[in-house]
């Protein structure tokens, strides 16, 4: 695989009813064992981890979320965002508990977990738990001359630092606006894969330059975004989060775009991809306007 989970390292963390999420099996895993499962613990408020949290809500389980950050997905989205997702699962009846680290899992008689203690001392009440902390690239396959800086280096081509070697997906880092960028999602290694074929069978004839995309489905809302930004200058709106339909811009300090997050079809994907291929100077009043249709912007 393309990447490899973080593991939570502590005492107890053999309990029965500990799951990761990464195939198929411990998808079957964790809804054999979730049926005999009321109080459902996930650790880490990624965007996994939410997913789960709302799929468990729906099925009618108590759910809390443990996150080690002060603002869940803040340093992905922005603090304004972040308060929409902590609110949207809150209204849920999901308990989202920010700033703890699970240092410890709480076996039963059986071996089965019952709790997890925080480093403050807070017990949690847990039957089951889902560890959602993050994957890190596997560059396990090494060579003296492979150039790794977090994952593989791959040029716009998809070929490393050795003659005629190939990668894609999710242990690789490629160039996007002359920087090395890493983004853990199917569509890059489904994308990546068609580009290099091609290169494979002609040299150097097709570059990578698909715009970073990922998504995810919580409840009955849906969020996009598009673009990458690690950090950014300022956030405009467009719509208001109070209706959940709205449109964030992540911005430099010349108000050029680097990345839009739309929520609940707020904007057409081909029209949020075409603005950023543009990469004009974003005029904040204009792009405020809903009576401006945003393909116009």
Partial sequence: MGSKLRHLDVKGSDAKGIFYLRNYQNALNIKRWSRNSHDVLIIGAGFIGLELASSFNQLGKNVTVVEALEKPLSRILGDEASSYFVKMHEKKGVKIITEKFVTECIKDEKGNLKAVLTKDGT???AEMAIIGIGVIPNTTLSHPDLKVERGIIVDQYGKTSLSDIYAIGDATVWPYKGK????????????Q?????????????EVYHAIPYFWTDQYEETFEYL??????????????LNSGKFTLAYLDKDNYPLAVLFANKSEKRADVESFLEKNSKVDEVKFSNLNIPFKEL
């Fill in 227 to 240: 673009g990458h930004a690690l950090s950014w200058d300022k956030i405009v709106k467009r719509g208001d």
């Fill in 180 to 191: 090395l960028i890493h983004v853990e999602h199917w569509e890059h290694a489904y994308n």
């Fill in 193 to 205: 894969a068609k580009v290099v074929a091609h290169n494979i069978i002609k040299e150097d004839s």
């Fill in 123 to 125: 017990k949690i009440n």
